[in-house]
């Protein structure tokens, strides 16, 4: 569970240290949605994938602090094919084409930086984190015994209601009761 959350807090942190490249990703997202109004099923696909391809493989590369990574170039190769690819559609024009081809390439080269700088960034100490988790662990133990007080006083509050209820079971609100007694005794 703590790795969990430590993997959350350090993916959390490294989106909003990279401003200028999830900008880009957003821009690029932008002109794919522009595109995906005139481009066929497997094109919208083609394209959503591999950009989430290339921010996912970025991200993954921040984490294990690698600097360079094989994956990314050869997602880049297939991205660029793919738009070279939207020639092919008669619908969508050569600036449309374009503007998506330099808006991938500025999304690369912003993915780049980030992971060039990625070594200048301090990474977060676990030990410190770990420290900081368990000394209060006093959290755990009030949220049991509120978890404890809420759970009895529901039962009892449960009880009174269910108790001051009167109920009034009788064949004349039931005739349902009658009838099914009847075929009983008759089996």
Partial sequence: MKKIVLLVLSLTLSLFAQNAFEQSYADLNSAIDAIAK????????????????????????LYKKETSNDDLQATKKKMLLTITNLNQNKKI????????????????????????????????????????????????????????????SSAILAYLLYRSRKTNVSKENFPMIDTLMQHRTQL
């Fill in 38 to 61: 005139k481009s066929t099923l497997q094109e919208k696909i083609s394209l959503y994938y591999l950009a989430l391809a290339t921010h996912d493989q970025v991200l993954t590369a």
């Fill in 93 to 152: 024009t050569l600036d449309e084409i374009t503007k998506l081809r330099n808006f991938y390439a500025h999304f690369n080269q912003e993915a780049k930086k980030v992971l060039l700088n990625a070594d200048e960034e301090k990474p977060l100490d676990i030990k410190t984190f770990y420290k900081q988790t368990e000394d209060t662990s006093y959290v755990k133990t009030v949220l049991i015994l509120f978890t404890l007080f809420f759970m009895f």
